[in-house]
């Protein structure tokens, strides 16, 4: 039930001991007047009993019996009376008005009993005839003994209650009346005297539900009877003093939003000018790190004693570090500023996975781990080479912070969707450190920083990749037993793709391979590393000129950048003639070429390129072939 307002209550506490005092009242005398007109109804049958009694004296002596009906008739007209009833000595009718109810005996009745019948509708009452003993004194007389007193007979009488209770019945509908008009009295009287303190009070709670509600504007209006003018005048001197304040503060706050936007906007502004630089500089800044590598690489295999050997693999570690840290940093810058657009088109898994288990085997046989891929038929709808990407950097992470066991890479199929998922036993994560690992250079087990526990932005990427191919990423792990990555994925319909026959590979890590450059500096310190790794290298800028340098088909075509649209053409000229050699592409390769490779046996690698990648990633696909081909080792 709804809980009562003010006014009711006062209301209820005003009318509540009018109430109760005009009800008892009613009840009282009520009680009183019901008494007394049952009380007079009695006492009225038992007067008519009585006087009745000594006026059938005579007719009973004598047995005059029209004498008795006519006093009992005479009688009967009385108002409430009902029946009358004369009896004689014996019990049996003498005379008789109306008809009786009561069945008892008179003789046995005592005189001057009264009662009623069983539902309380008529009342009895009974007297004795009785002739008196008169004393004689005439002195001629003879002396006469005295006769014994005794009854003549009886009369009976019934009285009827309808009246009573019609007369009880109007004293209650006018008990009624005055009280309930007397309630209304009060009420309108306790309505009009309670109004000066109720209306005010209403008042007061309706200002102060508004100001709750932020209107400060509310003002409570005076009230004629001024009962609460004080309080009317402080609420709303305190509300004028609320909303002053409030106004202040505002403008506090709009002065310092608006400062606080203009130091955002510089600080967005500033971001994006950096991230814009680095990623307009991106080319111009990975060619040179990419060559620094391919000399130092180049350097290290000249290198004529220990020293200058232990020196040359500083380097080349340095580079590495450097190049990995480097390109994370423009990816990131990328992102940012929304210079990577996904190109979605139908992937097939399985050789994507096999490429980047194939990029990450020799990590993983250095540290004594088994890196293993589970073959698979799926599809997918997404970027092949973001999600390359973000492969790659979950199978990197799973290698470098994983020291005994091994790596899984697998497809999992739920639904309409699929989930590739990258198992390790390696260290593990906690709880508490789960959403932080995607952020940037957040490591768990690197609070040195040490550059060879990696940079701490590989997951960062993941994430943000994944978010923006609109793939849920996903991770279980427990520490010290390993961690599970997963990737969820659409499903896609396969695409028929021409077959494609693997070339030869000559023996050990002997092998022909065309490299098509873009530069003289960095395509000459490459075929120098791939000469020095005992290749037969050709190096050409054109399809044409490849075609009169090479004496017989490659094994393998390495190109970079916007050379690959040569190589692409060349290696899809010798698929449809039936040697199909491998194709890596280094650098940043146009998104209409690299669908275009999507047919081939195409592996890209980003710049700067580490040559211990390249070298491990050239025996992998060298050792494929061989297999297709039936050659052993």
Same mark, same amino acid.
């Given at each position: 039930?709804? +809980? ?37 109804? =009695? ?110 007979? +009886? ?14 019945? *109007? ?72 909303? =002053? ?74 580079? #590495? ?104 036993? #390696? ?38 990749? =994944?978010?923006?191919? #609109? ?94 649209? *040569? ?60 297999? +297709? ?5």
């Amino acid at each position: 039930m709804k +809980s009562w307002g003010i006014r009711e209550r006062v209301l209820f506490v005003a009318l509540m001991p009018a109430a109760a005092i005009a009800l008892a009242l009613a009840v009282y005398f009520l009680a009183l007047r019901y008494a007394d007109a049952e009380a007079a109804l =009695a006492n009225r049958g038992s007067a008519l009993t009585r006087q009745f009694a000594p006026a059938a004296e005579y007719g009973a002596f004598s047995g005059n019996r029209d004498e008795l009906n006519r006093l009992a008739e005479a009688l009967a007209r009385e108002p409430d009376v009902t029946a009358v009833v004369v009896h004689d000595r014996a019990g049996a009718i003498l005379a008789q008005a109306g008809i009786p109810r009561l069945m008892k005996n008179p003789t046995l009745l005592p005189d001057g009993w009264s009662g009623r019948t069983e539902d309380g509708e008529t009342l009895y009452f009974h007297a004795k005839i009785t002739r008196p003993l008169l004393a004689t004194d005439d002195p001629v007389a003879l002396p006469v003994k005295p006769q014994t007193a005794g009854p003549l007979g +009886s009369v009976t009488l019934e009285l009827s209650r309808a009246s009573l209770m019609t007369r009880k019945q *109007e004293m209650m509908g006018v008990t009624l009346i005055v009280a309930f008009t007397m309630l209304a009295l009060g009420a309108l009287l306790a309505r009009r005297l309670a109004r000066d303190v109720t209306e005010p009070i209403v008042a007061l709670q309706d200002a102060v539900e508004r100001i709750r509600s932020g209107h400060l504007e509310t003002r409570v209006a005076p009230h004629p009877g001024r009962t609460l003018h004080n309080l009317e005048e402080g609420v709303n001197e305190m509300v004028a003093s609320m909303q =002053a304040g409030r106004d202040r503060l505002e403008n506090r706050v709009a002065a310092a939003t608006a400062e606080l936007q203009n130091k955002k906007e510089e600080a967005e502004r500033a971001s994006i000018a950096k991230s814009r630089f680095l990623a307009a500089a991106s080319h111009d800044l990975r060619q040179p790190l990419h060559a620094l590598a391919l000399f130092a690489a180049d350097l290290e295999h000249e290198a004529g004693t220990d020293a200058q050997r232990r020196l040359a693999g500083q380097i080349n570690t340095a580079v #590495g570090s450097l190049s990995e840290l480097f390109d994370a940093l423009l990816d990131i810058s990328r992102l940012d500023i929304g210079a990577l657009v996904p190109n979605c088109m139908p992937v097939a898994l399985d050789p994507l996975l096999q490429r980047v288990a194939a990029a990450h085997s020799h990590s993983a046989r250095a540290k004594g781990l088994t890196l293993r891929c589970a073959p698979t038929c799926a599809w997918t709808m997404s970027d092949p080479r973001l999600l390359e990407r973000i492969v790659g950097n979950l199978v990197s992470n799973a290698v470098r912070y994983t020291y005994r066991g091994g790596i899984v890479v697998g497809v999992r199929h739920s639904g309409d969707n699929l989930r590739i998922e990258v198992w390790d036993s #390696g260290i593990g994560i906690a709880q508490d450190h789960q959403q932080l690992i995607f952020q940037e250079f957040f490591q768990v087990a690197n609070p040195e920083r040490d550059p060879g526990k990696g940079l701490g932005l590989g997951l960062a990427l993941v994430d943000r990749l =994944a978010r923006m191919l #609109g793939h849920p990423l996903h991770l279980r792990s427990q520490p010290g037993r390993g961690s599970v990555f997963g990737i969820t994925l659409p499903r896609s319909e396969p695409l028929a793709t021409p077959a494609i026959t693997e070339s030869k590979a000559l023996g050990g890590f002997e092998a022909r391979v065309l490299v098509f450059g873009t530069s003289t500096a960095t395509c000459g310190s490459l075929c120098r590393l791939l000469a020095s790794w005992g290749c037969d290298v050709t190096c050409t800028q054109t399809g044409a000129q490849a075609a009169v340098q090479l004496a017989a088909p490659p094994d393998l075509v390495i190109c970079e950048d916007d050379r690959c649209r *040569e190589a692409v053409s060349f290696a899809k000229a010798m698929a449809d003639s039936g040697e199909a050699p491998a194709l890596i592409m280094i650098g940043d390769t146009p998104p209409d070429v690299e669908a275009e490779a999507a047919s081939l046996n195409a592996i890209r690698l980003a710049k700067p390129m580490r040559p211990a990648k390249l070298r491990a990633l050239m025996r992998h696909l060298l050792e494929e072939a061989r297999a +297709s081909s039936g050659i052993t080792a």
